[in-house]
Nanobody, 117 residues
Framework: QVQLVESGGGLVQAGGSLTLSCAGPGGIFGVNLKGWYRQAPGKQRELVAR???????NYADSVKGRFTISRDNAKNTVYLQMSSLKPEDTAVYYC???????????WGQGTQVTVSS
């Protein structure tokens, strides 16, 4: 079974920074890491940032200029650098990937990010 391993969440004050990471299995039976989503209490899961195999990125308007997504292909890991964090960034952040062979949508277990005012 494919496992995406997330880390880096935590509690931070407004204006602070955090970096999330997500590692997945590589190779023909691995995954292509696609990006990050988040879900705040009582809200739907929303896209935060995506990155394609060529390194192209796109971001939610709410995080543009503050968050940066990047990837390390050798480690099959994707990162989300978050700066100038706001209380409204508080959510569970999920890593998203697609299976190389089965094209199934895979999700990480989620990591909590809490921004205090």
């Amino acid at each position: 079974q494919v496992q995406l391993v997330e880390s880096g969440g935590g509690l931070v004050q407004a204006g602070g920074s955090l970096t999330l990471s997500c590692a997945g299995p590589g190779g023909i039976f691995g995954v292509n890491l696609k990006g990050w989503y988040r879900q705040a209490p009582g809200k739907q899961r929303e896209l935060v940032a995506r990155i394609n195999s060529g390194g192209g990125t796109n971001y939610a308007d709410s995080v543009k200029g503050r968050f940066t997504i990047s990837r390390d292909n050798a480690k099959n890991t994707v990162y989300l650098q978050m700066s100038s964090l706001k209380p409204e960034d508080t959510a569970v952040y999920y890593c998203n990937a697609e299976g190389v062979v089965d094209h199934y949508d895979y999700w990480g277990q989620g990591t909590q990010v809490t921004v205090s005012s």
